[in-house]
């Protein structure tokens, strides 16, 4: 088991950067991928970035070039460097870890990006 908390949201302008971190309550090194997921008002929830232990990373196509997914095992810590953001990336953004078939969430952090 574990849990996750988000942090690191805010309101940002267009064109303007967010970091958002990801606190794990246990070791995130046996861990094989962990994510980030993001639902904007009456949207499903999609995918935005994964990574493996090993570092192998994936980017929903929206994100691409602009968002970059990391994380650190030692800090227990995922990360995600957002970029060059949008008024469309508005949304809660979410982290998931897959613990021995059973997927755990975070509770979300607000990103809203506007003038």
């Known amino acids: 088991q574990v849990q996750f908390v988000e942090s690191g949201g805010g309101l940002v302008q267009p064109g303007g950067s967010l970091r958002l971190s990801c606190a794990a309550s246990?070791?995130?090194?046996?861990?094989?991928?962990m994510g980030w997921y993001r639902q904007a008002p009456g949207k499903q929830r999609e995918l935005v970035a994964t990574i493996t232990n090993g570092g192998s990373t994936n980017y929903g196509d929206s994100v691409k070039g602009r968002f970059t997914i990391s994380r650190d095992n030692a800090k227990n810590t995922m990360y995600l460097q957002m970029s060059t953001l949008k008024p469309e990336d508005t949304a809660v953004y979410y982290c998931?870890?897959?613990?021995?078939?059973?997927?755990?969430w975070g509770q979300g952090t607000q990103v809203t990006v506007s003038s």
């Open positions: 246990r070791s995130i090194g046996s861990i094989y991928r």
């Open positions: 998931k870890g897959l613990v021995a078939g059973t997927a755990y």
